[in-house]
């Protein structure tokens, strides 16, 4: 299993997620954060923005899902400027259902 | 070190950290996140009753993203198994939408104040 973890624009995630529900990659977390980039943020007139707002899409797939996540994310979330955002992939070992106490995604 | 990542009920957080608590983990971080899961958010659970013309056609009802906490809980390798159980027996309540919970391996764990590493630098 992988966690992906999609640093994107607050606008492009809506469709994001969309995306990824057809795809049947429904489940998810979204958790709104502030960050910057290589461009330390952006300079609108004479004022700089340090810290930009962004929504964190949060998602654990199977191994074998990851790929396709990924291009969808891309696809969605390319505007093509400055900001379009980061995806990071992380190993998890494993994951429980609260619910039934189960092991497994 | 293993990451515990566990995102559960808000109302649960109290509950869950005690009971960790009382095991000797005091130590997380909380943060209010949204999220759903494969049930699509909750579906019409919280429509008022309203004349159908007044709703926006083709519009499903209810909630698309559902408000949660996120642990995050570093403990020591050996301890994965108590603190899993745990946190599934508080926050079990049998009903769709009680949370997920991801254990991540973690490299390596600095203290700031002493600059410890490694295993020490958890509680």
Redesign the interface.
Known sequence: ?K?IRAVLRPETAEGVAEAL?NAGF??????HVFGRGKQKGIIVGTVRYEELPKTMI?M?VDDKSVDDVIDLIKDRAYTGNFGDGKIFV??????????T?AKGL | M?EI????RPKKVGPTRNALEQLGFPSMTA?A????????GIAGEVNMDCPPELLAPNKPGGMK?IP?R?LSIVVQSSDVETV?KT??EV???????????????LDNAVRVRTDERGESAVL
């Open positions: 299993m966690m529900a429904v489940s998810m977390t979204q958790v949060l654990v992380s190993p998890v070992e494993a994951a429980y259902t609260v619910r106490g | 293993k990542i566990a995102i559960i943060t996140v949204t999220g759903r899961g494969l049930q699509r993203y949660k996120l899993v946190i599934i926050n079990q309540t049998g009903q769709i939408g009680d949370g997920k919970i991801f254990i991540c391996p």
